[in-house]
């Protein structure tokens, strides 16, 4: 079946500037994960959606970023006034319940801020 | 306090021969640990995990690890290394008592298998 997908795969943005980044979990994983990837280091957490609702946002580095999942399957993660210390590999991963079961990440979108 | 700890940046190893990539944790409870491999330009993906029960968990490719309590380790084996397994390993911890859902990754540990 499908897995998570993330669009767009690239994006470059000019410090100061909005950006949205979508997510598209697996059918049916009422969890859903984002996480950001600087180059040479693991995946740091961002923020955890169990349905609807953030159930810990406690990864999110600043009040610039914001994170929604209106329908409990896609999530929008938002950042305002973007630095260019925000310029990383942004994560999505789904799992079919948040306790035991793994998480399968999607490709993920590279954000470069100029 | 380092939560996952892998201490080799790299691990070379001869196509054919054993392999082991480590990884230790320093959580409290009983956390559940995952190893993920990530190849050049592609998401993370999920190899194996260990919740509770026999400490030698197989997964996917040939791979498996080996929970190790006393000594706080989940090393990641592989028999016969392939040239195709060379990529970037990330060992993570899922710990509900210090952390709740997340995982906490360690910072990768590059495998290179030569033929």
């Known amino acids: 079946g499908a897995g998570v997908s993330q669009t767009p795969s690239n994006k470059v943005t000019e410090k100061g500037k909005y950006v949205e980044l979508r997510c598209d979990p697996i059918?049916?994983?009422?969890?859903l994960y984002w996480y950001r990837q600087s180059l040479g280091q693991g995946p740091e957490f961002l923020i955890y959606?169990?349905?609807?609702?953030?159930?810990?946002d406690s990864g999110l580095p600043n009040d610039r970023f914001f994170a929604v999942r209106p329908e409990g399957s896609v999530s929008t993660l938002k950042i305002q006034r973007t630095e260019r210390g925000d310029s990383a590999v942004y994560l999505c991963?789904?799992?079919?319940?948040?306790?035991?079961?793994?998480?399968?990440f999607g490709p993920g979108t590279r954000l470069t801020v100029t | 306090a380092q939560s996952v700890a892998q201490p080799e940046d790299q691990v070379n190893v001869a196509e054919g021969n054993p392999l082991t990539v480590k990884c230790t944790y320093s959580?409290?409870?009983?956390?559940?640990l995952f190893w993920y491999v990530q190849y050049p330009n592609r998401g993370l993906q999920f190899l194996l995990k260990?919740?509770?029960?026999?400490?030698l968990v197989k997964g996917s490719y040939g791979f498996e690890a080996e929970f190790n309590k006393s000594q706080t380790s989940f090393h990641l084996k592989k028999p016969s290394a392939l040239v195709s397994d060379s990529a970037l390993y990330f060992c993570?911890?899922?710990?509900?008592?210090?952390?709740?859902?997340?995982?906490?990754f360690g910072a990768g540990t590059i495998l290179r298998v030569k033929s």
């Open positions: 991963a789904s799992s079919l319940r948040a306790r035991e079961d793994e998480q399968y």
């Open positions: 059918s049916g994983h009422t969890a």
């Open positions: 959606f169990q349905g609807t609702g953030a159930a810990d």
């Open positions: 959580v409290s409870g009983n956390p559940y």
């Open positions: 260990y919740i509770t029960g026999d400490n």
């Open positions: 993570a911890v899922r710990s509900f008592m210090e952390y709740g859902n997340k995982l906490v």
